[in-house]
């Protein structure tokens, strides 16, 4: 079974940058698709992005495209998630998921998808 942790949230202003990093442990990521979802306060989650095993194929939420970027790299079980530009409705806990197996256009965004899931790491941007 694997474990996920978050670690690189924080308290940062608008415009600014964070990177989150997502490590796994009790296994090996690289058959997993890796996604980030974020939930705000009295908010339902939602998807943020995703990274196929591969790295080759990224999928983004059009209110993160061009600011966020997420990448991998299975040597070291970790996924990454490069936050810049921030802006306040950018404040959430966000959580990274690990699915087994290939995201697909019609799942990746769907959090039911992911079958392991990190505690959250929380991200405030202030104005």
């Known amino acids: 079974q694997v474990q996920l942790v978050e670690s690189g949230g924080g308290l940062v202003q608008a415009g600014g940058s964070l990177r989150l990093s997502c490590s796994a442990s009790?296994?090996?990521?690289?058959?997993?698709?890796m996604g980030w979802f974020r939930q705000a306060p009295g908010k339902e989650r939602e998807f943020v992005a995703a990274?196929?095993?591969?790295?080759?194929?990224?999928f983004y939420a059009d209110s993160v495209k061009g600011r966020f970027t997420i990448s991998r790299d299975n040597a070291k079980n970790t996924v990454w998630l490069q936050m810049n530009s921030l802006k306040p409705e950018d404040t959430a806990v966000y959580y990274c998921?690990?699915?087994?197996?290939?995201?697909?256009?019609?799942?990746?965004?769907?959090?039911?998808?992911?079958?392991?899931w990190g505690q959250g790491t929380q991200v405030t941007v202030s104005s």
């Open positions: 998921a690990a699915h087994f197996g290939t995201l697909y256009s019609a799942n990746y965004y769907d959090d039911h998808f992911y079958d392991y």
């Open positions: 009790g296994g090996t990521i690289s058959r997993y698709g």
């Open positions: 990274i196929n095993w591969s790295g080759y194929s990224t």
